[in-house]
């Protein structure tokens, strides 16, 4: 298994920033999940994180929501997920879970922790649980030893910056806007103040997410990042294509594309 | 009540100690409440918590929300005996608030104006908003109009076309509605798209929540502005009667009319407090929203409550011929009520609200909102259980002219 301090270490060595890559599980099918990753991981994502579909996705933007909408459709449950962790940590890459947390809270966090650590899995990104209501999350994890990231965001005081990396292990999550997942034009100029701002509480590594779609946006981000997070340009790829053979190949280009450019700066 | 003279004090707005059941620095109500969402919000709720609580002391605050309640929204609104409709529930007395002669024709607008108030006070010009059935939605319009903010309405793309003419009283009110076409396309739907919306424009924005669900410190502020409701109705049963009710009721969907007027009773332990939720075609037919009754505890729009979810933690559509109680969740005070046994919790199912609408136009000339019947519904079913002596007030949280388009289907008028 292939840990993060692994991934962030090699790539510090490389003087390059990781390449983090975000799929939904079940989407566009349950095995067709896992070849995507697959074929990320073998483009050049050093770090996966599979999406557990959930019904009421309130941070995700209309690409993310669609893929977890027919994920849903075509009867994800978690024991998929974890399935799909299992596949994608068989080809190398750390593998994480992104999930909301009221599926955790449901199937029962020490549960969840455990199944996760079983399946390959080396740890969690929960984007709505506050650092106020982490501490059963972060009992879990640490007992079942995985890592537990939570996101900064440009808005958050350098309190809150304090308070999500001492709830951190693994790396920490900056989202580099304000709004909700989804490729953009351009990556918001408040991201490297943030990270900035973030390091200066933490010695863990700070990637970036949202709005990165591009190869040249993530050579401009892994100028100042550790890692950069792509989603959604791959999930469009995948929704455009006429097949899952041909959506592979496309995610696969894209993911070159983005691999050369965190080895650019 | 005489016209002059303020309805509320600080006391009434926030209680102010007077009672032990403030939710904590986190926003718990027990273990219920807090906040589950992206840390992004995290700054824009401690600044909404930060300037209500604030206001919530200021005496300029409380006579401004106080004038537009007696002005505007057109409070006090009165209690109404309703002897005809009474002889069904055993002979025990029913006294209606009615806060169906608000302005808009729902309790909505008590929440709405304090928000409003509170946008000012935040310094920022726009509102938006959810809406099932679209009084929220048109409340939020109306407040909007009033003070000059700008107004977007959330609204399930299903509920648009259910609700056509609730969105054309929010066009000509000048607000901008929005149907949203994800999920399920309805209520819980135009909750997640508001917060996207609000995650993307905090700086200018307020999220004007209708209400007492969703992350802290929305269930607390929507409750002070709704608990003017109990706190006019508890002083004028006694005047009326000479003494407290047996019982409240009210119906429940998110919990905003039932909190407004349980919460001048909680303290009073003999007053037994009823919620009515929406149990739809039935229990079995698993087309309800029996959130309290039948739901589990779990996280749903930023807050830990009861929810309709499956086993792993999906969210249940729900259920309802109300579009104001079809919601999965509801508000953590009400998990909170329920588990610590203060307040007590019952399905009505469509056909028995639709009864206690159809009784009530007929034997007091009231036409009450499909919401509101389930609670009479319940009054009628607890009067037989309390027997004649007993008095209930029931909260007639609107009126039933938006529902017209149902009871006309439903009764083949």
């Known amino acids: 298994m292939t840990t993060l301090q692994t991934v962030f270490a090699k790539a510090k060595a490389d003087n390059r920033a990781a390449l983090v890559g975000y799929l939904p599980a079940g989407f566009p099918s349950k095995d067709g999940a896992i070849a995507a990753a697959a074929a990320l991981v073998e483009a050049g994502c050093d770090v996966i994180e599979i999406g557990l579909p959930y019904s009421d996705p309130l941070m995700d933007g209309p690409t993310i929501q669609d893929a977890v909408h027919r994920s849903l459709s075509n009867g994800t449950r978690i024991a998929d997920v974890m399935r799909t962790v299992e596949g994608v940590a068989a080809t190398g890459a750390a593998t994480l879970v992104m999930t909301y947390w009221n599926p955790v809270d449901r199937y029962g966090a020490e549960r969840f922790a455990r199944d996760l650590a079983n399946a390959g899995g080396v740890g969690t990104i929960t984007p709505d649980l506050t650092p106020e209501e982490s501490e059963p999350w972060r009992a879990a994890s640490a007992s079942a030893g995985i890592d537990t990231v939570f996101l900064v965001a440009p808005s958050s005081t350098e309190a809150r910056i304090k308070a999500v990396v001492d709830c951190c292990t693994g790396f920490v999550y900056a989202a580099s806007l304000m709004g909700v997942t989804g490729a953009r034009e351009t990556v918001n100029v408040a991201a490297e103040g943030l990270v900035k701002r973030t390091r200066e509480h933490t010695g863990l590594p700070v990637c970036v997410g949202l709005g990165v779609g591009t190869g040249a946006q993530a050579a401009e981000v892994a100028t100042y990042a550790d890692g950069v997070i792509v989603g959604s340009a791959f999930i469009r790829r995948l929704l455009d294509a006429p097949d899952e053979a041909a959506g592979r190949e496309s995610v696969a280009a894209l993911a070159r594309d983005m691999a050369q450019g965190v080895r650019r700066s | ?413």
């Open chain 2, 1 to 413: 009540m005489a016209n002059e003279g303020s309805i509320l004090t600080a006391a009434d707005l926030a209680g102010n100690g007077v009672r032990g059941d403030d939710p904590d620095v986190h926003g718990k109500f027990g273990i219920f409440g807090g906040r589950y969402v992206p840390e992004a919000l995290i700054p824009a709720l401690d600044e909404v918590a930060a300037v209500y609580e604030k206001a919530k002391h200021d005496a300029e605050f409380i006579r401004e929300f106080d004038h537009l309640l007696r002005t505007y929204a057109g409070r006090p609104t009165t209690l109404t005996d309703v002897p005809r409709f009474s002889e069904q529930a055993g002979g025990a007395r029913i006294v209606l608030k009615r806060e169906d002669l608000t302005h808009t024709g729902a309790h909505k607008i008590n929440n709405v104006l304090g928000q409003a108030l509170l946008t000012k006070r935040l310094g920022k010009k726009r509102v938006i908003a959810e809406t099932g059935a679209g009084q929220h939605g048109v409340a939020t319009a109306t407040a909007a109009a009033l003070l000059g903010l700008e107004c977007v309405i959330y609204m399930g793309a299903v509920d648009c076309e259910r609700q056509a003419l609730n969105v054309a009283r929010m066009k000509l009110l000048g607000a901008t509605v929005v149907p949203v076409t994800n999920g399920s396309q309805t209520l819980k739907d135009a909750i997640n798209e508001a917060f996207r919306d609000w995650v993307t424009n905090v700086d200018s924005t307020h999220y004007l929540f209708g209400t007492v669900a969703g992350p802290h410190p929305f269930p607390e502020i929507v409750r002070d502005f709704a608990r003017v409701i109990g706190v006019e109705a508890r002083r004028q049963i006694l005047e009326l009667t000479g003494r407290l009710p047996d019982a409240v009721c009210a119906a429940v969907g998110g919990g905003s009319n039932a909190i407004g007027v349980f919460h001048a009773f909680i303290d009073d332990q003999d007053v037994r407090l009823h919620g009515y939720e929406a149990a739809g075609h039935g229990l079995e037919s698993g087309e309800h929203a029996l959130t309290l009754t039948a739901g589990s505890v779990g996280v749903l729009h930023g807050s830990r409550t009861y929810v309709l979810q499956d086993d792993e933690g999906q969210t249940i559509e729900s259920h309802s011929i109300s579009a104001g109680l079809d919601y999965p969740g509801v508000g953590p005070e009400h998990a909170w009520l329920k588990d610590s046994g203060r307040a007590t919790y019952r399905g009505v199912t469509d056909d028995e609200a639709m009864a206690a609408f159809s009784l009530l136009a007929r034997t007091e000339g009231i036409i009450p909102a499909i919401e509101s019947s389930h609670a009479l519904a319940g009054a009628l079913e607890l009067g037989r259980e309390l027997g004649p002596e007993a008095i209930i007030l029931v909260n007639l949280s609107g009126r039933g002219d938006k529902d017209m388009g149902t009871a006309m289907k439903y009764f083949n008028l």
